[in-house]
């Protein structure tokens, strides 16, 4: 029996709290690795990430890829969106078949 | 040509022969493992990106209602709203095996069942559009739990076929050529060295023939 959390800035997470995930507010990036850190080795099975923290813990969720868990998913925030969500998925696809065949239309 | 540093005898031929074999048979295996694992792949990854851009349309839109929540209500109200939430989430998690690769299948488990008894507020001092932003919340769940699932598994179905790539590589391009022209080298030497004696074997006995003939001219009684 594993929970799920959602790691974000308080605006973008309030609502996954309403409908049952645990909201781990991160206000202050510079302590956003070290409340990772304590997440990932919690008991969590998926970590929903904003992207806006996601892209500062780009090398820690790396890491964890090929775990089999957790599963670390980063998700739009209310704001400082990038699009790091599709951009792993196509550094997945190069990774796999060598060059993006998938998104590279 | 590259070949391994071993003794050209025999007893080596036998045994990098059958080293061969298993080279040539690990091979054609793990391309069929790489194969397959890279059409499950593909299937998985364009699943996972419609459902990426779905998830994501919807959290945009489920935000856009807290926005206006937010501005319908105060901040203090909102937030004592969302302060306790009734619902809980539970995940169970089964394995699958997919060519030998473990992905987690998440099965959900909610404290409470009743899809409408969810909101941890009461009504009167709330707006609507909280209403719409956790309804869609809701909604959105079972979705944003397959997309990690999707996204968990093609992520190690995409190391894992990266690994099988190099090992069938190392094996077609390094290990199996390497072998051949070891067997290669080693078989000529034997051959080599059979044709040496033999050359040698057939100047002895030409030498001794030809000392039977000198001694019968010498000494014409004698055989």
């Known amino acids: 029996m594993v929970k799920i959390a959602v790691f974000g800035d308080y605006e973008s997470i309030k609502g996954y709290a309403a409908v049952g995930m645990n909201a781990i507010p991160c206000e202050d990036p510079s302590t956003a690795r070290e409340q990772f850190k304590t997440l990932t080795s919690g008991d969590y099975g998926i970590i929903y990430v904003t992207e806006e923290l996601a892209v500062l813990l780009a090398e820690e969720i790396a890491n964890l890829d090929d775990k089999f868990l957790p599963a670390v998913i980063p998700i739009p925030g209310v704001k400082n969106n990038n699009g790091i969500g599709i951009s792993r998925l196509k550094a997945s696809v190069e990774k796999a078949v060598g060059s993006d065949i998938i998104f590279n239309k | ?223």
């Open chain 2, 1 to 223: 040509m590259a070949v391994l540093n071993v003794n050209p005898t025999r007893m080596e031929l036998t045994r990098l022969k059958k080293q061969l074999t298993t080279a040539v048979r690990g091979h054609k295996l793990l391309k069929d493992k790489r194969d397959e694992l890279m059409r499950q792949y593909l299937e998985l990854i364009r699943v996972n990106r419609k459902l990426r851009e779905e998830v994501e349309n919807e959290i945009a839109e489920a935000n856009s209602y807290f926005v206006r929540a937010s501005g319908v209500m105060s901040k203090e109200s909102l937030d004592v709203a969302l302060l306790c939430p009734k619902q809980e989430v539970y995940l169970e998690v089964d394995t699958k095996n997919v060519m030998s690769v473990e992905i987690p299948v998440f099965d959900v488990t909610t404290r409470t069942s009743d899809n409408s008894d969810i909101y941890s507020y009461g009504f009167a001092s709330t707006s609507f559009e909280l209403d719409a932003a956790i309804d869609k919340m809701n909604a959105l769940l079972p979705r944003m739990l397959k997309l990690a699932e999707t996204e968990k598994a093609t992520q190690r179905m995409a190391v894992e076929i990266e690994k099988t790539r190099r090992r069938v590589n190392a094996l077609e391009h390094v290990m199996i050529p390497r072998y051949r022209d070891t067997i290669r080298m080693i078989t000529e030497k034997l051959e080599e060295n059979d044709r040496s004696s033999r050359a040698r074997l057939m100047k002895v006995k030409d030498m001794m023939v030809k000392q039977t003939i000198e001694n019968h001219k010498n000494n014409p009684d004698t055989i």
